[in-house]
């Protein structure tokens, strides 16, 4: 399956869209900003652009899609006056695959500039956002035309779910939507094989756009080596498989399914970074956090309603993949049994994910 006809996250700006289910990708955003901001203030330091031009990848749409943009003029701002330095002119790009609703970030920017207008006052100078659609597996910009790139919680998306996966007579996962600890070897060998080429594409493609000293903050969802924590994707397949038992969908129909998202872990990472040779890692940590406690609900609320919270904001996400699968008229029921599992599943296994966020920068 190519993910470019069917990943969105669910647009507008209502009660299931990305927009009002995503602090979750957001505190992800808060706990990384130490290294975005020291990433920027190294690389506008060393060049000092009259211009300076950024890209989020993977931007979606909602608040968190202007968030980068926000920390990055406040870093760069912060900088310029303790050098008594003009602010150099931002320029914008939120990209995103074609099925992205960018409109209705690009509907906020009028409040964004007025926000800035009021905190910076005259002194802010221009800034100017585009929107730019495509795969970021592939190119997106000319040559030497960026001077960074962000981006946060979409590299673990692949381009396509592994052949290996798909086109065999005899399904390798049964029973499973994705790696799971009790996955067959063969599983995780396909679902590696596939990330090493995507991202090595990715690379190549962004050291081709980026301008010499340029440079890259990514955090995407990576792995565990004891492959001891659990992710959504994990849960949703036992969610599935019990409604396959039920005869609620077809067992053949999950059987053959595999989602187009794969988690490396640390060392994968810094394998392929190497393989590929266009990059320095500056940076590479893990960060792990509690996907069911890391939501912005009120402290007092009772866990059914907390895992209710956290089965939205994983339905804004996964919505669109699974329905073009397994069809909308599952779709109550399945995130109505996924909340009752978490509720099950959490204090007894590691509802958590290892989040791996990194700095790496265009070699010379
Ligand atoms: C969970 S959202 C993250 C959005 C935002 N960066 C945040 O942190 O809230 C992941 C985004 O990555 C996008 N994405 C996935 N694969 C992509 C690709 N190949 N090219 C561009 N965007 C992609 C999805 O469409 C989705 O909007």
Redesign the pocket.
């Known amino acids: 399956m190519a993910?470019?006809q069917v990943?969105?996250?669910n647009g507008g700006d209502g009660d299931a869209s990305?927009a009002n289910n995503?602090s979750f990708?957001?505190n992800?955003?808060l706990t990384t900003k130490h290294i975005l901001e020291d990433s920027i203030i190294r690389l506008y330091c060393a060049t000092f652009p009259s211009c300076l031009k950024v890209a989020?990848?993977?931007?979606?749409?909602?608040p968190?899609?202007l968030m980068v943009a926000s920390n990055i003029i406040n870093t760069v701002d912060a900088v310029s006056q303790n050098l008594n330095l003009e602010q150099p002119v931002f320029q914008f790009f939120l990209?995103?695959?074609f099925?992205?609703d960018f409109n209705t970030t690009f509907k906020s920017l009028p409040d964004f500039y007025k926000r800035l207008q009021q905190e910076k006052g005259h002194k802010f100078g221009p800034c100017f956002f585009s929107g730019t659609p495509?795969?970021?597996?592939g190119r997106l910009f000319p040559n030497d035309s960026v001077h960074f790139f962000h981006?946060?919680?979409?590299?673990h998306?692949l381009?396509k779910t592994p052949d290996e996966l798909t086109v065999v007579a005899e399904p390798l996962n049964k029973g499973a939507i994705y790696l799971t600890k009790t996955s067959p070897p063969a599983v995780h060998k396909a679902y590696f094989a596939q990330f090493r080429e995507d991202f090595k594409l990715f690379l190549g493609s962004r050291s081709c756009e980026l301008l010499p000293g340029g440079a890259m903050v990514i955090t995407l969802i990576g792995r565990d080596e004891n492959n001891e924590l659990i992710n959504a994707w994990v849960v949703i397949g036992m969610v599935l498989n019990d409604m396959a038992s039920e005869n609620l969908i077809e067992k053949a129909k999950l059987d053959a399914f595999n989602i187009p998202s794969y988690c490396p872990t640390a060392e994968e990472i810094r394998q392929v970074i190497e393989e590929e040779g266009s990059f320095d890692i500056q940076r590479l940590e893990t960060i792990r956090t509690d996907w069911i406690k890391n939501i912005n609900v009120s402290d007092d609320i009772d866990e059914d309603t907390r895992a209710e919270a956290v089965a939205k904001y994983i339905r804004a996400?996964a919505e669109s993949i699974l329905k073009s699968e397994f069809g909308e008229a599952i779709m109550d029921e399945l995130f109505r049994r996924f909340k009752n599992k978490i509720v099950k599943l959490h204090g007894v296994e590691k509802l958590e994910l290892a989040n791996l966020v990194m700095h790496i920068t265009k070699s010379t």
Request: aromatic share 14%; glycine share 10%.
């Open positions: 993910i470019e990943l969105h996250m990305y995503s990708q957001r992800v955003m989020d990848l993977g931007c979606s749409s909602g968190n899609a990209n995103d695959l099925g992205n495509g795969s970021f597996y981006s946060s919680y979409s590299l998306w381009s996400v």
